[in-house]
C-alpha cells in the first residue's frame, strides 16, 4: 500500500482523485479544494486513506523559516 506524499509547499505528490468528482488533485494543496466541484483536498484524503488506498500521509517537513 503506497503512502500519500505531500510536498514540502503543502501540495499532494501523489495522484488522488477527488471524492466528489474524481478530478485527480496531484499538485493541490492540501488545505485547498477541488477546482472542479469544490469539494475539499482534505476530504479526498479522509477517504483514501479510510479505503485503504494510501497507507498513511507522508509529508516532507518545510524547512524551518526564523
Ligand atoms: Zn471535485
Known sequence: MPDLHIDADGHLA???RCAGCTYNLRGRPVEGECPECGQP???AITYA???G????VSSIAPPAAD
Open 41 to 43: 483536498v482534505s476530504t
Open 49 to 51: 486513506i479510510a479505503s
Open 53 to 56: 488506498r494510501f497507507g498513511v
Open 14 to 16: 501523489s495522484d488522488l
